[in-house]
């Protein structure tokens, strides 16, 4: 088992850092080159910038019983194809059960977008994203329920 973060916009590194110390994980960090992090446990990897390219990095580097951290729901459904698990930096994981529903709510504002409407922003982290983060990824890791 690895921790693969799409990092270029995750909040909570030190979150996954945390846990995966405590553990004995490897992680991984994909950014592409506009970003710059920096990390004593982590790898951190680089990929350009072109469209979709840390994505598809996270997605072909996901195996089996590794935990992807992404915000990207079709990131999410292309690790859960290979037998993944997926969190989101918020905390929220997701399953064959939600996923197809996540998709097609992102499928319906991309279509209000499209035509001229407007769809909710992102609510600012708080702290119960951090409690989250960190208990669900502990319940990953320690592969409880799933």
């Given at each position: 088992?690895?921790?693969?973060?799409?990092?270029?916009?995750?909040?909570?590194?030190?979150?996954?850092?945390?846990?995966?110390?405590?553990?004995?994980?490897?992680?991984?960090?994909?950014?592409?080159?506009?970003h710059f992090?920096?990390?004593?446990?982590?790898?951190?990897?680089?990929?350009?910038?072109?469209?979709?390219?840390?994505?598809?990095?996270?997605?072909?580097?996901?195996?089996?019983?590794?935990?992807?951290?992404?915000?990207?729901?079709?990131?999410a459904a292309?690790?859960?194809?290979?037998?993944?698990?997926?969190?989101?930096?918020?905390?929220?994981?997701?399953?064959?059960?939600?996923?197809?529903?996540?998709?097609?709510?992102?499928?319906?504002?991309?279509?209000?977008?499209?035509?001229?409407?407007?769809?909710?922003?992102?609510?600012?982290?708080?702290?119960?994203?951090?409690?989250?983060?960190?208990?669900?990824?502990?319940?990953?890791?320690?592969?409880?329920?799933?």
């Amino acid at each position: 088992m690895r921790i693969i973060v799409d990092a270029d916009a995750c909040p909570g590194k030190d979150i996954i850092e945390e846990l995966g110390k405590e553990h004995g994980l490897e992680i991984i960090m994909y950014c592409d080159i506009n970003h710059f992090l920096s990390s004593d446990y982590s790898t951190i990897k680089y990929m350009d910038s072109g469209f979709q390219s840390v994505d598809m990095a996270v997605a072909n580097e996901a195996k089996q019983n590794d935990i992807v951290v992404s915000q990207d729901f079709g990131v999410a459904a292309m690790v859960l194809g290979k037998k993944a698990f997926a969190i989101s930096p918020k905390g929220y994981i997701y399953t064959n059960d939600n996923i197809d529903k996540l998709l097609f709510e992102r499928h319906i504002s991309a279509k209000v977008r499209r035509g001229g409407g407007k769809t909710s922003n992102q609510k600012k982290r708080s702290r119960e994203d951090d409690e989250r983060l960190y208990r669900n990824l502990l319940k990953l890791i320690k592969n409880e329920s799933m």
